[in-house]
């Protein structure tokens, strides 16, 4: 069965954003992202939510930009090509390879778990958190970055108790540190 | 000076403790390898500081451990209650404890004061609020947090109280067959 992986750059005490809602403490390095490239070649479909895809959709385009970096080019190219499913119940359009859904159904994903195929992302905490109460996410990286912000958006806010398995860790430079766990078992 | 440790358990969503201050989501089995990391970094231990809630639960329950020797941490029991230690209460007037001395003062002139004296690494273990205002004022030298392979929605956190980021060196993690992985850090000093 195909996984869906939840995967974000957290802060120590469990933050995805600042309270200003700015991510300029992660500054992911070569290394990152690079690690993030190969991810990429593994997963067949990217779910996100309404804020998110348009906050991506910057890689629709961003390989024009002759300032970006190889591994940053690599990761456009790679994400083009990455088949995204959107969430909204308010756009009317999404551009690219890109399919729009207004809500989600779980047996719908399930049934894309069944398929053949590569993993799958989520890239966002609110709809992880409709995922993850549906029974849907299967592993978990939190890329710990060596900072503590006080407040900010939670990477998680199921508001329930959720036991893994831990799988692995790996650290990158800068003192990031990925741990990556699986659920323990995916409710039915 | 000597250093001020924190050790303290954590889940995955950053919270030290349940909103009840319970730690039953606690990897409780421990492998041998994690009760050897613990013993390593309590051996240059001469001094534990603690908030007076938890100092009230703590003390007493390991003198309990400590005079029973069927019990399998007597051990530990023994040595938490030998170990000096230094309760921060501004309501207590003297001390109801063995080994242990009151300090009442302002929290940065007393911790500072006891870094200053002659003697071994000082350990703090919580409570969440003594904890909170520890790292609010930069008192910690060196953190070992226990990330437990769960996620508990809600609880007690020990960052909360910062109004601006602090940032940190990650000096080791180590994983252990258990399911935990302890994170060391250091502060970064600008």
Known sequence: MRKIIYAQ????DGYIE???GNIDWTEPGEELHRHFNELEKNVDINFYGRRMSEVMDYWLTADQNTGLKDYELEYARLWQQTKRIIFSKTLNEVKGYARLLRKVDPDEIRELKKQSGNDMAVGEADLASTFINYGLVD?????????????????????KKLDFEFVESQRFPGGVIMLKYHAESTAV | ?????????????GYVADPNGELDWMQWDWDRELKQYVEEI?????????????????????????????????????????????????TL???????????????????????????????????????SNLIKEKLIDEFHLFVNPT????????????????NFNLIQSTSFDCGVVVLKYEPKRS
């Open chain 1, 9 to 12: 750059l957290v802060s120590l």
């Open chain 1, 139 to 159: 592993e978990y990286r939190l890329y710990i970055h060596p900072v503590v912000l006080g407040s900010g958006k939670p990477m998680f806010s199921v508001g």
């Open chain 2, 1 to 13: 000076m000597r250093k001020l440790k924190l050790q303290m358990q954590m889940t995955v969503d």
């Open chain 2, 42 to 90: 309590t051996e240059p231990v001469d001094c534990i500081v603690l908030g007076r809630k938890l100092a009230e639960g703590f003390i007493p329950y390991w003198a309990d451990v400590a005079e029973d020797p069927d019990n399998a941490e007597h051990k530990s029991g023994k040595m938490f209650t030998e170990l000096p230690k230094v309760v921060f209460s501004q």
């Open chain 2, 151 to 166: 996620v508990i929605g809600k609880g007690m956190t020990i960052f909360n109280d910062l109004d601006r980021k602090q």
């Open chain 1, 18 to 20: 600042d309270r200003d």
């Open chain 2, 93 to 131: 007037d003297e001390s109801k404890w063995d080994n242990t001395t009151l300090a009442d003062g302002d929290l940065v002139d007393e911790i500072t004061k006891l870094k200053k004296q002659d003697g071994g690494d000082i350990i703090a273990y919580g409570g969440a609020t003594f904890v």
